[in-house]
Every structure is written in C-alpha cells, then in structure tokens.
C-alpha cells in the first residue's frame, strides 16, 4: 500500500467524482447551446421596440460635450466596437439629438449612454413598467438548494428597435452623430421594457427569476438545476439572446444575488455590506447619518430589534432636531451596528406551509413578523418590519396602535397574504371583538377603527390573542421602529376635533384643556391610551367601561365612535350651541347625535329646550287640518314645493323645499312677483339643475302665463294645489311655518343673517325617520358647521 505522499511523485491525480460529473454537464450544456454563449452581441428575433411619442412635444437637438483627452481613445474604441456590432450607425444629422455620457466601470472601459433627460425623455408616453420587488423576487425562489446565475451581455442593446425610435435615440459625439439602432441605457423606459420582455420569455419556468439583465435559477438538486437551465437557455437560443459566459455560474450551492447571499438555509446579507456596515466612521452630520442608516436599512429585513437601537439616531433627524452627538447617540450607534451578524438568515416564502403575521405597538412604533409554521411546529421569520409612529399616530389610544400594527403589516406583506387564508396574532384582546374576520363589525366604532375594518374585509384572516410575552419579537420591532418613509399606511381620517379657529365658541383644545381637568374623563382618556384596569367597579365609570372598545382619542379630546365626549364644564355652551336656531326637542337630539356625547345628555337636551323661553313663546298650534302627503319622488330635486311666507315684520318670503331631501331654501322677495319669482327660480337651478315638477298654489304669481311659459321652455311639470287648501301643499306649508317661527325665535343679527343661521341648522340636521341630514341626502356629503370644530 502506497500513502497519499506517493501519489504526486508517482503523477497520480485524485479528482472528486462530483466535480468531474459537474464539469462535463456544464461543458456540455456549453456545448448544446454554444451559440448563447459565443460571446458575440444577441440579437432579439422578435418585433422592434417602439416607442410612443408624444406629438406635442418638438424634437430637440444639443450639442455634443467635449471630451476629455484621457478618455477620447476609450471612448473612440467603444464606439467603433458598437459600429461593429450594429448598435450604432453614423449619419449625418437627425432630428433629435442627445449628447453621451460616458461613465468609467470597474474595469477601466467606459460605457456610452445618451443623456436624455432633457431630449428623448421627455416625449415619451409609455407608462413605466413595474420594477420587481427585491424581497419578493428572493421569495418566490421557494427554496432552492443549488443555483445557476446568468447574465447577458450589453442587455438592452440585444434589443433591435424600429427606425423611429432609431432617430429618436441618436446620440451625438465629438466624432458627429450616430443613430442607435438597438436599445439604449438612458432611455427612462429601457427598464421596464427589458424587464417585461425577460418575464414574458421566461414565465412558465419554475425556479427562474430575472432581474433586469440578471437570471437567477433554483432548484432542489443538480439534475433538476439542468433540467431548468435547459429550459432557459432555449428560450434565449430561440429568442436570439446571449449571455456573458465568464459572468455566468452555473451550478454553485451559494450565490450572491440583488445584494444577497442565498444558499440552501435561506437568505442572509452579503459580506461586503455587513463590512461596510460595521467599518462605518462615526457621521459628523445628518447626511452622513442618512447615509448610514439608509446602508442600514437595505438589511432591515434581518434587524427584528433595530427599531429600538436606532431610536436615538432617527430623533436626530427631525426637521427641528439640533445635531448634538453625545453618549446616547454613539451608543446606539455602535448597538445598531452590532445587530447585523453574518449568520443572520430569512427562510423563503413557500406558499405551502401555513403563515402568520405577529403585530404589536409601543409608544413609537408598531412592529411585525411575517412567518411560515413549520412542519416540526416552529415559527420560521420570513421577513421583519417596523416603523416610527407619527406625532398624531403617538396621540393615538392603545387600542388604535394595536389595531394600527395590524393594518400596517397586512399593507406592507400584501403580496404575501392576499388570496390565502393566514393568521393575525395581537397580544391586545379587545380587538378581537373589533376586528375578528369571522364577526361583523360593531355598529359604534370611531371613524378611523371602521375605516381599518373595512379594510381587513378584503384578507382571509383568522385574528388571534397571545400574551405579550410570547411575541416578544414583534413587540422589540414596534419599540424599534423604522422611521416611515413611505406614505402612512393608517387610512386618512376626517375627524371632529382640530386645531383651534378664531371666534369660535368652543374648540377642540377647549375640549381636551377641560377633558384633563374633569376628574372623571381624565381617568377614563388614561385608560383609553394604556390599557383598560381589569378590576373596576366604580358605578361612575360603567357607561365608559360598557363603551371601551368604541372609544378613542383624537388630540386630546376623547371620542364616542365619531362623537365628542363633552367635559361637564362645557355642556352648557355645548347645549346652547345645539339649540342655537331652535329646533324642538326631538330634532336637537337628532342634532346632538352627529357630533356630542356625554352619560345623560338626552334628558339634558330636553330640560334645555322645555326652559327656552323664545321657543315656548313661539310653540305652533295643532293644524287646523291633516297634511296631506304625496307620493316619495324618485331622487333628489326631482319635485319642489314653492310658496311664499309673510308678510312678517315687514318680510315677505319665498319658500322652497326639495320634496325628498326636505332641503329648504327662503328668498327674502323685495317685491312677489312672477318675474322676481323666476329670476330667484333660476338662480337655485343654477346651483342645483332642473327639477322635474313644481307643486304651487293657485297664487296669481304662479298661474299667470309668464310663469307657465317659464316652466314648459324647461320641460318642468306644474302641479297646481286645490284653492283654499294649504294643506294639499303640505310640506311647503310646514317650511313656512317652520320659517316664522324659527325667525322670531333667532334674536341677534338682521334679516339675512337670521335666515342663513336658521339654513344652516336646517340642513344638517338630521331626518329623525332617515338619520340622514338635507345636505346628505341632496349633495351625498355632510356640511361643516361649527358643531364640526368641537
């Protein structure tokens, strides 16, 4: 028996079977499609690219840039290999034409690309194609064990393109012009039309993911690697492309991929940027810090616990911060950088195996983990997230920064959950009663929390209670968030209290000043934004505990779903603004019931209007007759009742009532008549359009023949009323009843100022039968008044 220190003497070579077995399938793979690999330029076989221009924009000629002497030689040698290669071809002018830049790569070679920022951009109409989502290419992998990488040479320019879009790309050079006849970088289009193309070829393929002018192939084994390559590499042989063969690899059990390194295990970050990373120098300033955590944040997908290292370092970049690096900032500095390891590592998606989304929130941040439960039972990451809540969202009660977590995640894994059932994990129990897909949504919610349930209704979801300290990954996220640089995923919200408006008699930083002091709602506005006691049994405190899940905040001001919870202090001002133009009993609280709230205020409302010495005065006789009722029109301003009110003090007016909507208008009439009629007649028309009958009395105002020939040249039908009958025009009978005596009960400002007070009550209160004001029922909207300003 001979050692192993024999076998060089004696010229013996040992080679690993495997690697012999790979090299000859990957020669002959070279083989078979030795025309991909040539190392030639490709030429697509389908139809030219064509560009859509727009007609109004003129073609634009610049001038070339001159060039410096160092690079004309790298320069000239470039453009005669893509005058070789067809790319380019000179003429002698064009109507567009684009100056070059001329960018140095690694390898000292310059690459030739047209600037057409200010030329060919601008004319394009092409909407630009969806760039792929990095993590979601990665995921869809599902799992490979080995992989293949590909990449094609000069990508775009494989691209023939038709001779308009030919001139529309000539650039310009200190040699004259030339007209490019394949696909230029440059061009903002380029992209996305190359990406298209490369995911139109190659769907269908299991495992294959193009990027741009990069091919990424997975799979289980080596013989399935071929099989997959195979299936690649004819549809490039078929389609006339051609790779890069010593940028190719095509068989390795890790590659490095879009900035990261897959292997069998999973995804993890690159060594390159972890070094980058740890090696950053402290930032003298807040760009150097945006660099930094912008390097950071490309990595956030492996950082469950950045959010609350990093804190210190995103407070720092607040338009008002002042830079003041001190131990807290270098510390966590040096912590944010620590939490990157080299054996960090996110499972594929595989769409397979169950999946859930844990959320949570803290005081500045909510936090997520996107996760598939393994067949052993464990819970593998996926993907993490994390944002800064925003100063009105740090306002926010406990319960809507839970809920705000959820909404949030499903919003940034959309990709992931839409279409499939998957699981909702909160460690907050009362949003189980909220927000549960499988229970329909209470009918008292705030604004915001409906706005978000409907949202959920479109996922397949099943929400589910944990304690907090089993999730105590997706609650370190929440306390370390991101900040949030995208648009805030909470849906916008139209709320009742805003910021403070002149001459207003109540506002909502009234309301939240004396919210604070009222011993009672100060409590219950605490409980609201930290969690609800367990054990309460303060009979004082019922009516707010029997609400808790429909209670919210708004800046600083407690809401009752969309109703302001009204401080003792202020229900008084808060019961004289209701009955401000002196609606009954009945419509005050209809009044009340859209915008304030306090335990007892309906009793409130009915010993404030029974005291009301001016409505008391004014209380209308029972009718002499029953009103007689027609039939419900079919939409809004479709039949109008008319008539006219007064003489009163003087005041003669013309009533106006929209039979579905019960919207009123009153016209003070200098004089009554058909001509002042008509004109006012016009004016509403102008705002509202035509109605389609109008029910009058028999006045002589309304009979003549001027009055009728203004209806008929409208095409409007006129419905005459019984003479001696008020009550056949009952309900522009009641709006003229309605309108004197509101008048008289209004007591400060003149006529007009009177009647616009009294107009605006009218219409946005609400129809005790419908729950619907005027104004929504005839514009399809809510009418701002100041009851909104609470």
């Given at each position: ?537 303060d009979e004082a405190f019922r009516t707010f505990r ?26 008084g001002k808060v019961l004289k603004l209701l009955h ?211």
């Open positions: 028996l001979l050692g192993l220190q024999w076998f060089a003497p004696l010229g013996i070579e040992v080679t690993g079977i495997n690697h012999t077995t790979e090299a000859d399938w990957e020669q002959q793979l070279a083989r078979d499609f030795q025309e991909v690999f040539d190392g030639t330029l490709g030429k697509y076989k389908g139809p030219p690219i064509s560009f859509s221009l727009d007609p109004n924009v003129a073609p634009i000629r610049l001038k070339p840039r001159r060039v410096p002497f160092a690079l004309r030689k790298k320069i000239d040698e470039q453009i005669d290999k893509l005058v070789k290669q067809g790319v380019l071809q000179p003429i002698d002018h064009a109507r567009w034409e684009t100056p070059i830049v001329t960018p140095v790569k690694p390898d000292g070679s310059v690459r030739i690309c047209g600037d057409y920022k200010a030329t060919l951009n601008c004319a394009l109409q092409q909407s630009a194609y969806p760039v792929p989502v990095v993590q979601h290419l990665l995921h869809s992998l599902g799992g490979g064990k080995v992989f293949a990488k590909l990449d094609l040479a000069q990508a775009y320019q494989q691209l023939p393109v038709d001779e308009e879009t030919a001139e529309a790309q000539t650039i310009v050079t200190h040699r004259g012009a030339f007209r490019c006849n394949r696909l230029q970088f440059g061009v903002s289009v380029a992209p996305g039309i190359f990406q298209s193309l490369m995911e139109r070829l190659l769907r269908g393929i299991k495992g294959v993911v193009p990027y741009f002018d990069d091919v990424l192939v997975s799979a289980a084994n080596q013989e399935e690697l071929e099989g997959r390559l195979r299936e690649v590499l004819e549809k490039f042989k078929g389609a006339g492309l051609k790779v890069k063969k010593e940028k190719c690899q095509l068989c390795t059990e890790q590659v490095e991929f879009l900035g990261y390194l897959l292997d069998r295990h999973g995804i993890h970050p690159t060594g390159s940027k972890i070094k980058a990373i740890k090696e950053a120098p402290t930032p003298k300033n807040k760009t150097e810090l945006q660099a930094f955590l912008g390097l950071l944040n490309f990595y956030n997908v492996f950082l469950p616990q950045k959010a609350t290292a990093a804190e210190p370092l995103h407070r720092l970049l607040d338009r008002t911060a002042k830079w003041t690096w001190g131990k807290r900032e270098d510390t966590a500095f040096k912590n944010t950088k620590d939490l990157l390891t080299s054996d960090a590592v996110l499972i594929q998606y595989n769409e397979t195996l169950p999946i859930a989304v844990t959320c949570d929130a803290s005081p500045f941040g909510v936090g997520a983990v996107l996760s598939h439960t393994l067949p052993d039972g464990k819970e593998a990451p996926i993907a993490f997230f994390s944002r800064t809540l925003s100063k009105p969202e740090r306002n926010y009660s406990q319960l809507d920064k839970e809920a705000l977590a959820i909404v949030a995640a499903v919003k940034k894994f959309h990709e992931y959950l839409y279409g499939r059932r998957f699981t909702l994990i909160t460690d907050h129990k009362p949003l189980l009663g909220i927000l549960a897909g499988n229970k329909a949504t209470p009918n008292i919610l705030s604004p915001r929390m409906t706005r978000w349930s409907e949202f959920l209704a479109a996922y397949d979801y099943r929400l589910t209670h944990r304690p907090g300290k089993t999730i105590s990954h997706a609650d370190a996220l929440s306390r370390s968030p991101l900040p949030d640089l995208d648009d805030d995923p909470a849906p916008t919200t139209t709320t009742l209290s805003i910021e403070t408006l002149p001459d207003l008699p109540i506002t909502a930083s009234d309301i939240a000043r004396e919210t604070n002091k009222d011993k009672r709602l100060a409590r219950v506005l605490h409980w609201v934004e930290k969690g609800w006691p367990e054990k309460d049994n029997n609400r808790q899940t429909e209670l919210s905040l708004q800046k600083g001001c407690l809401l009752w779903g969309d109703r302001v919870v009204i401080p003792e202090k202020l229900q401000e133009g002196h609606p009954g009993i009945v419509r005050t609280k209809a009044l009340a019931r859209s915008y304030a709230w306090w335990p007892g205020m309906d009793k409130e409302i009915e010993a404030w209007v029974a005291k009301c010495s001016r409505c008391q005065e004014t209380r209308p006789n029972p009718p002499a007759a029953p009103i007689l009722e027609w039939e419900t029109p079919r939409g809004p301003w479709s039949r109008l009742h008319i008539d006219f009110a007064g003489p009163t003090k003087g005041n003669t007016f013309l009533i106006t009532v929209d039979a579905y909507s019960n919207w009123l208008e009153v016209s003070n009439m200098k004089t009554t008549t058909t001509d002042a009629v008509t004109k006012v007649l016009n004016k509403l028309f102008a705002t509202h359009g035509l109605p389609d009958v109008i029910v009058s009395d028999n006045g002589p105002q309304f009979t003549s023949l001027e009055f009728e020939k203004f209806l008929a040249e409208r095409g409007i039908r006129h419905a005459l009323t019984a003479t001696a009958h008020p009550a056949a025009n009952g309900r522009a009978e009641r709006m003229v009843q309605f309108t004197k005596r509101t008048l008289q009960k209004i007591e400060h400002g003149d006529i007009q100022e009177k009647i616009n007070k009294m107009l605006l009550i009218q219409h946005i209160t609400p129809n005790t039968t419908t729950n619907k004001s005027p104004a929504e029922l005839l514009m399809g909207r809510k009418l701002r008044s100041p009851l909104d300003r609470l």
